[in-house]
C-alpha cells in the first residue's frame, strides 16, 4: 500500500472545508474513484455527519479528495467537501 502525502494546498482546504486527514485517508483507501484533469483521480466516499455546517444542519458528508499518484506514493493535492 502506497503512502499518502498531504500537500500544503490539501491542508488548507481540509481546515477551510471541514474535513480531516483520518477523512481523506478513508475516501481514498475505501471510496470511488474517478478520473479528474491532468491525469489525476478523485475518491468520493460519503460518511455520516449529522452536524451543523455554517449554520445549517447536514446527515451526510461527502469527503472528495484530489490526488496525483505517483509511482511510491500518493500526493493529495486538493480536498472538496460536500454537505447534503
Known sequence: MKPIEFS???????AER???QEEVV???REG??????????M???NVEYNAVWAGKHYGIKQVAPVVAEEDDRIVVVTVYTFFF
Open 8 to 14: 500544503l494546498h490539501a491542508m488548507q482546504q481540509m
Open 18 to 20: 471541514g474535513t480531516s
Open 26 to 28: 478513508r475516501a481514498i
Open 32 to 41: 470511488k474513484s474517478e478520473r479528474a484533469k491532468q491525469e489525476r483521480l
Open 43 to 45: 475518491y468520493r466516499l
